[in-house]
């Protein structure tokens, strides 16, 4: 098989792992091409083939296991390919001079076993970082179940790791990847947490979490995602819209892949790691599901009016945080800005806050932008679900390499 056509397939069955954006990694180029620090690298490929610029890749998409959710699943008639190590060094450098890309997401499905999977991942990228001396970013799947030594010799190569949970609980995984289960992820995850440093995944680690193929609820999710912040420093937790591409029959019958859903999560973990926000403010056993129609913080802010609105000039960072509409950055341009003068809703714009959203829920200078009879949780909330703009569901589309 040509090797385009391997590119073709290995780079199309790897757009369903959600879990390669990247932060930049601060290690250094000592000698030999490219350079992790810096980077601005983020995941995608446009239509035309412009790299956007990680070469995000399987190095197989031949797989022992079947996962009901999965393309690559042994039970489905596709089209296989396998990379040799030497093949993904060519196209990585190859697109790399041609400045296509800024780094790797390399994956795998597994072929034979999990250590032999890891070792074919290992010897790929040794190769890339020692014989063509590529010091560009990459960011490796742990494959589940690999020995801890292997684990070992992948974080001193790559740059960001992830071992994928793939969902919620452990009753799901049992039910859809029977193949693996959470102690395999919490191993390499505890491994990864314990041996950070500057030489080792030195740009921490994520995992993908496939939303919408089981039951569990919005707070069952986040609950997870809040212990794996809290017990593994994980980066990022990945919300992958569940794509209904297989029949099965342990499988929802969705026509379209949640994505509405998977938007107020990304909004709700948002919360969680820059506004300190914990689940248990957000969701509850009788509400164990954010509302679809109005966004996480909104939702919170308007279930304790009591708290607002709050005066803009006086608020302190950690009020003006929990004020839809304002960000971390405009916070504190507030903060500085108010020591000179009295900010009022004209100057609240131009430091980019978010005015359609936060007007409700603040005064400027003892003003409320209306009358403040319409301070009230049915005009707030309907006007709000009219601005909602998050994505609809009949806009999906996945980006391909090689398109048209
Ligand atoms: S292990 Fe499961 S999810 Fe991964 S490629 Fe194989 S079938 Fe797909």
Redesign the pocket.
């Given at each position: 098989m040509q090797l385009k056509e391997k590119l073709i397939i290995l780079a199309d069955s790897a757009k369903y792992d959600a879990s390669c954006s990247s932060s930049g990694s601060m290690r250094k180029n000592n000698k030999g091409i490219g350079n992790a620090a810096f980077s601005g690298i983020c995941h995608s490929f446009a239509s035309d083939g412009r790299c956007i610029s990680l070469l995000k890749i399987?190095m197989t998409?031949c797989?022992?296991?079947?996962?009901k959710?999965?393309?690559?699943?042994?039970s489905n008639n596709i089209k296989r390919a396998t990379f040799t190590p030497e093949e993904i060094c060519a196209i990585t450098i190859n697109f790399y001079k041609r400045n296509y890309i800024e780094g790797l997401f390399l994956s795998?499905?597994?072929i034979k076993n999990a250590n032999y999977t890891m070792e074919l991942l290992i010897k790929t990228i040794s190769l890339l970082r020692n014989k063509y001396h590529f010091n560009g970013y990459i960011h490796a799947k742990a494959i589940?179940g690999a020995d801890q030594m292997l684990v070992k010799k992948l974080g001193l190569l790559v740059d960001r790791l992830s071992a994928?949970i793939?969902l919620p609980t452990s009753d799901s995984l049992k039910l859809l990847?029977p193949?693996?289960n959470q102690n395999q992820v919490n191993d390499i995850m505890q491994y990864v947490h314990d041996h950070k440093d500057e030489k080792f995944v030195p740009s921490g680690q994520s995992t993908q979490m496939i939303i919408g193929a089981t039951a569990e609820s919005d707070l069952q999710i986040m609950q997870q995602s809040e212990k794996m912040y809290h017990n593994y420093s994980l980066k990022r937790v990945f919300y992958s819209a569940y794509i209904p591409i297989n029949n099965d029959k342990l499988l929802p019958a969705l026509k379209l892949p949640p994505l509405k859903r998977e938007h107020r999560l990304y909004q709700a973990d948002w919360l969680l790691r820059f506004y300190n926000f914990k689940v248990s403010d957000l969701l509850d056993l009788e509400n164990p599901n954010f509302n679809i129609l109005i966004d996480p913080k909104a939702n919170w802010a308007l279930k304790h009016l009591e708290l607002f609105p709050k005066e803009i000039n006086t608020a302190s960072y950690h009020e003006l945080l929990q004020i839809p509409g304002i960000g971390e950055k405009s916070a504190k341009r507030i903060i500085s800005s108010r020591k000179h003068f009295k900010i009022t809703f004209k100057d609240l714009k131009l430091m980019g806050v978010v005015l359609k959203r936060a007007k409700y829920f603040i005064i400027c200078d003892g003003k409320y932008f209306a009358n403040t009879n319409l301070f009230n949780k049915r005009f707030i909330e309907s006007n709000l679900i009219l601005e909602d703009k998050s994505p609809n569901t009949h806009n999906y589309q996945q980006l391909s390499l090689f398109n048209g």
């Open positions: 399987l998409n797989c022992i296991y079947d996962c959710y999965c393309l690559n699943r042994k795998s499905g597994i589940l994928n793939e990847a193949n693996k």
